[in-house]
C-alpha cells in the first residue's frame, strides 16, 4: 500500500529524485512535493542549482500513511567540512 510523501525546501523549486535501492531513480518533482510512493525504504536526492545537494534517507516504512520532511538547502562553498556530514554525490 502506497503513502503520501510531502517534502519541502527552504528555497523552492529544488528538483527531487527517489530509489528504493532496487530500481532506477524516479522522477518527483521540485519542491514543494507531495506524492504518492512505495512503503519501502527510500534513498531521496535534492538538487537545485546553487545550493549543495542532500542526500536522505527514509529507512522506516512503518504504519504511517503519510510523512513529511523540510529540508534546509545550503549555499554552494559554504557548508562546513569539519561537521560529521559529507556532500551528496
Not at 14 to 33: D, H, K, Y
Not at 65 to 75: C, K, T
Request: glycine fraction near 8%.
Amino acid at each position: 500500500m502506497p503513502r503520501t510523501l510531502s517534502i519541502s525546501t527552504m528555497h523552492e523549486g529544488a528538483s527531487l529524485v527517489a530509489r528504493n535501492f532496487r530500481v532506477e531513480w524516479m522522477e518527483l518533482g521540485t519542491t514543494p512535493v507531495e506524492r504518492r510512493v512505495p512503503r519501502v525504504p527510500l534513498r531521496i536526492q535534492v538538487q537545485k542549482a546553487g545550493y549543495e545537494p542532500v542526500d536522505r534517507i527514509l529507512n522506516n516504512p512503518g504504519p504511517a500513511p503519510a510523512v513529511q520532511m523540510s529540508i534546509d538547502l545550503v549555499a554552494e562553498g559554504t557548508r562546513s567540512t569539519g561537521n560529521g556530514c559529507a556532500p551528496a554525490r
